[in-house]
């Protein structure tokens, strides 16, 4: 896993200071001081804050990630983890994600001051979503609603999506019916989606970690056997999706890494595809 560059989004504070003298009180003089103080610990705390780590691919559940942390502006460094090389079953990947599969991130300034390390994509979110306070309601009403619908991406839409990308474009053999049942049952789920956001902008009302971890996903609706023209509100979500730089910047994250492999090298698809239990 190679360390690429940390990308620093977060603004930078500026210290603010007066060159006027007064014939100020000790008092006063005392005060001006303690608050000098206090801005110079702020300051101090501020630079110790490390970034984020996250450990990525660019692929649809990688994007949930990459589009969060750059919707957030803050802080991350972006360790690649090459899923054609093996490099998913690393022992030290292992221990920030045992099942083998990326995303995943380790937060140095965690609860406590501790740093935790969290793997599945929607926990990431949601964790993130707290901590943030961004993204994922306060209310428990709100954040019900956020849910639901990242559940069902996560158990609906990305494992169905994910067959249909398999049978139909990486299968050594065609099976007919297989790729009719993936297609068939996307469909049904764009269906859901588009009878969703006939009456509202985002599919939890309000834009939020739920949108992100769709976009990714409905992206790929070529691939999919679909035709965009069957489901205009959804076709207007995903382009108000890709619309926002935060989108478009985390969909752009490690693609020049993802160019470079082939995805029909049976050795790729071995890696990929053909993974049983391993023993310990």
Do not use: C
């Amino acid at each position: 896993m190679a360390r690429a560059k940390v990308k620093r989004t977060a603004s930078k504070a500026a210290a603010k200071s007066t060159g006027k003298k007064s014939s100020a009180t000790a008092g006063k003089k005392s005060k001006a001081t303690s608050k000098a103080a206090s801005k110079a610990k702020t300051a101090t705390k501020t630079k110790a804050v490390k970034p984020i780590e996250l450990y990525y691919w660019a692929t649809p559940n990688g994007f949930k990630i990459s589009i969060m942390l750059e919707e957030l502006r803050v802080p991350y460094t972006v360790f690649p983890v090459n899923i054609s090389k093996s490099e998913q079953f690393k022992p030290e990947f292992l221990k920030i994600a045992p099942n083998n599969r990326i995303p995943a991130i380790i937060d140095p300034n965690g609860p406590g001051g501790r740093p935790i390390s969290i793997f599945e994509s929607g926990a990431i979110l949601q964790y993130l979503g707290r901590k943030y306070g961004r993204f994922y309601p306060k209310d428990e009403r709100g954040r019900v609603e956020v849910d639901q619908w990242l559940f069902w991406q996560m158990g609906g839409v990305g494992p169905m999506a994910g067959q249909v990308h398999h049978f139909k474009n990486y299968a050594v053999e065609t099976l007919t019916y297989a790729i009719n049942r993936y297609v068939n049952e996307v469909n049904r789920l764009y269906g859901v989606m588009n009878k969703r956001l006939a009456d509202r902008d985002f599919i939890a009302g309000k834009y939020s970690i739920a949108d992100m971890a769709l976009v990714g996903w409905v992206n790929g609706w070529e691939k999919q056997g679909q035709d965009m023209a069957q489901f205009p509100h959804l076709k207007r979500w995903l382009n108000t999706m890709k619309a926002r730089p935060a989108v478009q910047r985390g969909m752009a994250l490690g693609m020049d890494l993802k160019a470079t492999v082939d995805m029909k090298d049976p050795k790729v698809q071995a890696v990929l595809f053909g993974q049983r239990a391993r023993s310990a």
